[in-house]
């Protein structure tokens, strides 16, 4: 018998476990559902070895999704009648998933539930029923109240609400197999900057601070192994595991590293994955963070073994090398001009006020530069 727990929602975890996903469509009630994911899925053979009697996909979803492919979903969910959608992918589909929920049951524009324009009191309407199948780990979308996505007017914004919420997550390690070299190591840093960043935000949470840890120790344990072994299943669903645990931390409020990313990754022409971004900011945003949380460095210190605080950063500089991360935002093709005039929208990104040393729009000029270096 596989594990099912639950905590805010039900989680179901174990290798073949997605074979359950009928049982769950007919607890929820669920005879229509759309299939949110991607193209490349799709060609995998993901979707048809869900095998079911009514299909209706939409796999427009690309890397950081946007308000227009979410609108196009709802077409689709109310052209063919839906009542329930499965969100089968990364962080992306499932977002998108999200977002064409609350858009089926609110009326538009978008923009106004966004969190930075105070719109998660707004959003009260229960959304379809949706159950999730991560195919990464990283996100931690799955067990999130939140999703990410690119608006018309190119801001990346934040959504969050109790409403958001998948009613099931179905965690096989199977289905994450398939991801290559730099995808896991790229999402798994995703992961691990969650737990890292909710760690250390300044919200007094204890219980995301505990969840945050495990998730961290977990991560860097099983993420070499999956990177260098994909079909490591023990250590694949060890970081579907930390995935959700950051997923589930996060909601005490992340910091700097996601605040510089959130920018970049709405640049639509350049397709920038969110967790690789993470993965070239974290070093440096722990190193501007040092001396302002210095009690939960040396706590982070001791969770990855290291002899003192400082060695924090570095540490994560080396742990992306030995994953073959690229190093600076250069390395991804980026110049100057792409990336120090974003650093007015880091500054207001919703993360930026859980970072726990402040920052002003010049601090993140120069935490860009860094990471150009
Ligand atoms: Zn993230």
Redesign the pocket.
């Known amino acids: 018998m596989m594990p099912t727990f639950a905590y805010l929602n039900d989680v179901h975890i174990g290798t073949g476990i997605r074979a359950r996903l009928p049982y769950l469509l007919e607890q929820l009630g669920i005879r229509r559902p759309l299939i949110v994911t991607d193209e490349h899925l799709v060609a995998l053979g993901y979707v048809d070895e869900l095998a079911l009697d009514f299909r209706c996909v939409f796999d427009k979803v690309a890397t950081n999704p946007t308000e227009a492919q979410a609108l196009a979903g709802l077409v689709q969910y109310r052209q063919k009648a839906c009542d329930g959608i499965i969100a089968l992918g990364g ?1 992306s589909p499932i977002d998108l998933a999200k977002i064409v929920g609350l858009l089926s049951c609110h009326p538009g524009p978008l923009d106004q539930y966004a969190i930075i324009s105070g719109g998660s009191p707004h959003i009260l309407n229960t959304p379809p029923p949706l159950i999730a199948i991560p195919t990464t780990a ?3 979308s799955e067990v999130g109240r939140a999703a990410l996505i690119t608006l018309g007017s190119g801001r990346k914004l934040g959504f969050l609400s109790p409403h958001l919420l998948p009613q099931h997550v179905i965690c096989d390690p199977e289905l994450t197999v398939n991801m290559p070299p730099s995808l896991t190591a790229g999402s798994g840093l ?1 992961a691990i ?2 737990c890292v960043e909710t760690f250390c935000s300044a919200r007094y949470n204890p219980v995301a601070d505990a969840i945050a840890l495990d998730g961290l120790k977990r991560g860097v344990k099983a993420l070499p192994l999956a990177w260098a072994h994909g079909d490591d299943l023990q250590a694949r669903e060890a970081m579907m595991i930390a995935s959700l645990e950051g997923g589930l931390a ?1 909601q005490k409020g ?1 910091g700097a590293v ?1 605040s510089l ?1 959130h920018p970049l990754g709405s640049l639509t022409e350049k397709q920038l994955h ?2 690789t971004l ?1 993965a070239i900011f974290l070093p440096i945003v722990l190193e501007y963070n040092l001396d302002a949380c210095v009690g939960k460095m040396d706590i982070l210190a001791s969770t990855l073994e290291l002899p003192r605080r400082t060695a924090v950063p570095d540490f994560f500089r080396e742990f992306n090398h030995r994953l073959g991360l690229p190093d600076s935002l250069t390395d991804l093709g980026l110049i100057e001009d792409d990336v120090i005039p974003l650093a007015s929208c880091a500054y207001g990104d919703h993360c930026t006020a859980t970072n726990p040393r402040r920052l002003e729009i010049q601090d993140f000029e120069k935490l860009y530069q860094l990471a150009l270096s």
Do not use: R
């Open positions: 962080g990283g996100s931690g995703d900057s969650h996060f992340l996601h990313s969110h967790g993470n």
